[in-house]
C-alpha cells in the first residue's frame, strides 16, 4: 500500500534522452520519444528514481491536487487462494515483503490473482519497490513463482536482481554447518509454520 502524493514531470528542455529513467521505473512508467523522455502520469507512483538519478536534473517531483492510495485488496472468495499462494512462496500471509511502503505478502498475492503477471504490474497495484526499489524485486518473483508465472526481465535487466532463498529451502548441508553457530533453522521453520496457523484461526 502507498499513499501517493507527487507525480514526476520531464523537463524536456533539459533532457539529454539518455534513457536512465525510463530503464529504473518500477512500474514501467516513463518512456522514450524519440530522444525525450516521457512520463506516463497515470502509471507514477512517485517512487522518485527518475528523479534522483537523472544526470541532468531534468525530472521534477510535483504535488499531486489529488494524493491516491494503490493497494490490492483480498477480496472473501480469494482468501484461501491467497493464503496457498504465500505460503507456497514461504511467507506469512500477513508478512511485510516491503519495508518502504508496508506492503503485505496477502497484499501481493491479491495483486496476482486479480492479474498482474510482472514485478512491474505488482508494483503498479500495491506499491511494492516503490521505495528503495532494491529489495523488493525478490518477494515478487518468489510469490510469482508460486502462482506458476515466469515473467521475462525487461531489455537489459535493470531493478532485475532475481530472488534469494527463503528459510524453507535452506539446505540440510548448510543447516548442518551453521546450527551450532547460533542458528536456529529447524526451530525457525516450525515458528513460522505455528504464526501462519495462529493467524489462520
Ligand atoms: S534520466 Fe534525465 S536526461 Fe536521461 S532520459 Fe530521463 S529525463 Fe532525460
Ligand atoms: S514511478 Fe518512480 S521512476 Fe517511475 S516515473 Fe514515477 S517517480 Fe519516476
Redesign the pocket.
Same mark, same amino acid.
Given at each position: 500500500m502507498k499513499t501517493i502524493t507527487l507525480?514526476?514531470r520531464i523537463n524536456s528542455a533539459r533532457c539529454i534522452g539518455c534513457g536512465n529513467?525510463a530503464k $529504473?521505473?518500477?512500474?514501467l512508467?516513463?518512456f522514450m520519444k524519440g530522444k525525450k523522455a516521457v512520463?506516463d502520469e497515470g502509471?507514477?507512483?512517485?517512487?522518485?528514481?527518475?528523479?534522483q538519478r537523472c544526470p541532468v536534473e531534468a525530472?521534477t517531483?510535483e504535488k499531486l491536487d489529488k494524493p491516491f492510495t494503490v493497494r490490492a485488496v483480498t477480496r472473501d472468495f480469494e482468501r484461501e487462494a491467497v493464503e496457498a499462494m504465500c505460503i507456497k512462496a514461504g511467507f506469512n500471509p500477513g508478512q511485510i515483503l516491503c519495508y518502504c511502503t508496508a506492503t503485505r505478502a496477502e497484499e501481493v498475492a491479491a495483486a496476482i490473482i486479480q492479474g498482474a503477471e510482472t514485478p512491474e504490474e505488482i508494483s503498479f497495484r500495491t506499491g511494492l519497490r $516503490?521505495g528503495c526499489s532494491v529489495e523488493c524485486i525478490q518477494p515478487a518473483l518468489r510469490m510469482l513463482e508460486a502462482a506458476g508465472i515466469t515473467p521475462t526481465p525487461p531489455e537489459g535487466g535493470w531493478q532485475w536482481y532475481g530472488r534469494t532463498p527463503v528459510l524453507q529451502e535452506i539446505s540440510q548441508e548448510v543447516k548442518s554447518k551453521y546450527n551450532h553457530r547460533g542458528f536456529y533453522f529447524d526451530s525457525d521453520i516450525a515458528l513460522f509454520a505455528e504464526v501462519v496457523k495462529s493467524e489462520r484461526r
Open positions: 507525480k514526476a529513467c $529504473m521505473c518500477p512500474t512508467a516513463i512520463v502509471r507514477c507512483l512517485a517512487c522518485a528514481n527518475c528523479h525530472v517531483l $516503490m
